[in-house]
């Protein structure tokens, strides 16, 4: 009950933002809130799934190229619909994560450090062929990405001023939270643990670990996709470092200082890193990427549940009662 | 045919240089299951100790002995700092060392600047059979690094304490019931590790540019190798880095450098999820 409360005030305090810090920082927020929404999608697959993924930004690249070229209208340009774009985008990298999970996964699959090197050199391997893909773009990547158009009942709405469209994604991301936390307390997110701890006692039981682990990796692929296609509408543009090496490790560190096994410290994890990153790198300049890098090494270390989750959690737990 | 030993020669000691990338990293995860992420910044510090050493005026020579040295001591402050404290949590020793690559790569920038620096050929001489010619250093580097290969084979499986280390290895508690020091075995492979890294750095050198961003270019395909090539025996990292370094450079020269690089991961990753153990056998996955 109290992490709900936490979450609330969490996404209360956000809403509230945009009237503090004017409208330069809300575009900036804008921006932290989709970072964070791809650090939700590898908390949900890294610390509830238990698969270490190196290569995060594969589905948010993948997400953001397939709404680049569907709203663009450069496969049908009849067919631009944001909402076609999005849920295409969903799709893709779901699809994408379920070939590449079955290949992963299936039979006596691979875990563990193969997995995030496996993942990590998939992520290179995608850049590469993004950069040398001249029908998208190649290294320039795609320019002039329509904002978000929303359409309801005739009417059309372009997200395209700041407000609007702050309010329209954190509505988003407080909607991904809300289904994927109350799916982590359903019997899923119990088979999710059980996969992560005892994976042997769960198959002997008569569950299908393989379809549990496919079906977390597709749905974290999923979101990130979702990530991905809202930001290039942020931004106007797709470029190969969305799908890569770099996007992918700085998830990886947001996750890991927030606390990936806490969606909301995942969450909180990348917004904060991110504005600390913007206020910090003025005033240590180039040594605050020496702290950030130090940070992570003290929070995997010291701290392995993370920097954030792990006074949330004092705070979140009643007496002696775990959470989770 | 004469056109075509320059090419063989050149792919030779690509190979030879991944290999050699590739063992110290090997060492320390065949023998710790550490997965180092920061090797290939060690490697990058190695060739900047070369660079430093020839700012100030000192031979080429003594930057080889430097290398090591410096490269080698860093792993040791890294093993007792960092890594001793999360033997028992292998996945969290590739997330901390990837912190630790950031923080090396970036504290190199505050030290050198983001720019790229070379460092002169210590001989400038050709060989000249006939109408073949080939640079002298990449013989006296390929020839080195065939000794340094075969030393450190040598060190872990003709003398004691490399019996020791394969003892280590394959039954770590046995290994310390019979009076071995666990912990001291894995700190000096550590350090053998970092030092050949550093020692590797330096040679390579003169004939690549030296940045601040060129650890990853090595660290990937030398993780690369190792599981292709299996992660138990050392013979294994010669099989992969073979295949690894081989394909790439052949594909690089025949078709191109990009069509090149995602074959050969493609390739990798085809072989380490088919056959996790490598094409030589040993450690499973954990």
């Known amino acids: 009950m109290r992490s709900n409360l936490l979450a609330l005030l969490v996404f209360a305090a956000l809403a509230a933002a945009p009237i503090l810090i004017g409208g330069y920082w809300t575009g900036q927020l804008t921006t932290y809130l989709v970072y964070g929404l791809l650090a939700m999608s590898l908390s949900l697959v890294w610390g509830y799934g238990g698969i270490l993924c190196f290569g995060q930004a594969m589905f948010f690249g993948i997400g953001g190229y397939i709404m680049a070229v569907l709203t663009k209208g450069m496969i049908l340009p009849e067919l631009t619909s944001s909402y076609l774009g999005l849920i295409a985008a969903m799709a893709g990298s779901a699809l994408f994560a379920l070939a590449l999970g079955y290949f992963l996964f299936a039979g006596r699959g691979i875990s ?10 998939m992520a290179l391997v995608l850049e590469r062929l993004m950069n040398n893909w001249y029908a998208l773009g190649g290294y320039n990547g795609l320019l002039n990405v329509p904002p978000i158009k929303l359409t309801f009942f005739g009417a059309s709405f372009e997200l ?12 988003v991301v407080a909607l991904v939270y809300l289904l994927v936390s109350w799916l982590l307390n359903s019997t899923y997110g119990l088979k999710l643990t059980a996969n992560r701890t005892h994976p042997d006692r769960l198959a002997s039981l008569g569950y299908n670990v393989l379809i549990i682990r496919l079906s977390v990796f597709a749905l974290s692929a999923a979101i990130a996709g979702l990530a991905g296609a809202i930001f290039v509408t942020l931004d106007g543009f797709a470029s190969p470092t969305l799908i890569g090496f770099t996007l992918s490790t700085e998830a990886l560190i947001w996750v890991a200082i927030g606390g990936k096994e806490m969606l909301l410290a995942a969450f909180l994890g990348a917004i904060l890193t991110r504005t600390a990153e913007s206020w910090l790198s003025e005033i240590f300049g180039d040594y605050w ?13 010291l701290l392995p549940k993370g920097l954030l989750a792990t006074p949330l959690e004092k705070l979140t737990q009643g007496k002696g009662r775990k959470s989770r | 045919m004469s056109e075509f030993i320059p090419i063989i020669l ?15 990293l090997m060492i320390v995860f065949g023998m710790m299951g550490v997965i180092n992420m920061a090797h290939g910044e ?11 050493a020839q700012s100030v005026g000192l031979p080429f020579l ?11 001591f860093l792993g040791l402050l890294i093993e007792t700092a960092l890594i001793r404290h999360i033997y028992l949590r292998p996945l969290d020793t590739i997330l901390a060392t990837w912190g630790l690559s950031i923080a090396l790569k970036q504290l190199v920038v505050l030290t050198f600047g983001p720019e790229s620096h070379s460092v002169p050929l210590p001989i400038d001489g050709s060989l000249e059979l006939g109408t073949f010619s080939y640079p002298l250093y990449r013989l006296i580097l390929m020839a080195t690094s065939v000794l340094l290969i075969g030393g450190t084979f040598w060190l872990f499986t003709r003398t004691n304490f490399g019996l020791m280390a394969r003892a280590v290895i394959a039954r770590p508690d046995t290994a310390a019931t019979l009076g071995i020091d666990t912990r001291r075995m894995y700190r000096w492979s550590f350090v053998i590790g970092t030092a050949l890294a550093g020692l590797a750095g330096a040679l390579v050198a003169p004939i690549i540019s030296v940045d601040p961003q060129m650890g990853l270019g090595y660290l990937v395909p030398g993780f690369l190798s190792i599981l292709v090539g299996g992660a138990g025996p050392l013979a294994g990292v010669l099989v992969g880095g073979t295949v690894i370094g081989g394909v790439n450079n052949l594909l690089a020269i025949w078709i191109s450098p990009v069509a090149a690089m995602i074959t050969v991961y493609i390739i990798a990753i085809l072989i380490i999820r088919l056959k996790p153990e490598g094409l030589m056998g040993g450690r499973r996955a954990k």
């Open chain 1, 160 to 171: 395209w001023d700041r407000m609007p469209t702050f309010y329209a994604v954190l509505a």
């Open chain 1, 112 to 121: 563990g450090a193969y997995l995030a090197i496996i993942t990590l050199a």
């Open chain 1, 289 to 301: 990427i020496l702290i950030l890098g130090i940070a992570f090494m003290i929070s995997v270390v």
């Open chain 2, 62 to 72: 003594a930057g080889v002995i430097l290398a090591p040295i410096v490269v080698g």
């Open chain 2, 10 to 24: 050149d792919v030779s000691s690509y190979i030879l240089i991944l290999v050699l990338v590739a063992l110290g």
């Open chain 2, 42 to 52: 060690l490697f990058m510090i190695g060739a900047y100790v070369m660079v430093a």
